[in-house]
């Protein structure tokens, strides 16, 4: 069981920065997969990035690439979305996603998760 809670969200003019962190709690261990989700009203889930935290791959979207930057810190059980050069295509609620015994090729699939945060919103304006 492991619960997750997201945090850093908020409003930030175009062009700004943002950093969402993800802190796990309960049986968490470094071999966790850590996805980052977001969803706005009348559209699906999306997938925005990813990452094995026992091997260093990291996965994004095309809308985010070079702009996001994902990573952990195992020894405190927190994960980050650090968000550069923000647009406000990019105007949605950010969900975190962990999982353990991923296959590779799912951690772009929500679904593929175990647990969930409960989301944070970010609002970049124009």
């Known amino acids: 069981q492991v619960q997750l809670v997201e945090s850093g969200g908020g409003l930030v003019q175009a062009g700004g920065s943002l950093r969402l962190s993800c802190a796990a709690s309960g049986r968490t261990s470094s071999r966790f997969d850590m996805g980052w989700f977001r969803q706005v009203p009348g559209k699906e889930r999306e997938f925005v990035a990813a990452?094995?935290?026992?091997?260093?791959?990291?996965y994004y979207a095309d809308s985010v690439k070079g702009r996001f930057t994902i990573s952990g810190d195992n020894a405190r059980s927190t994960g980050y979305l650090q968000m550069n050069s923000l647009k406000p295509e990019d105007t949605a609620v950010y969900y975190c996603?962990?999982?353990?015994?991923?296959?590779?090729?799912?951690?772009?699939?929500?679904?593929?998760?175990?647990?969930w945060g409960q989301g944070t919103q970010v609002t970049v304006s124009s």
């Open positions: 996603a962990a999982g353990g015994k991923l296959i590779l090729s799912t951690l772009r699939i929500g679904s593929a998760y175990d647990y």
């Open positions: 990452i094995r935290l026992s091997g260093g791959y990291t």
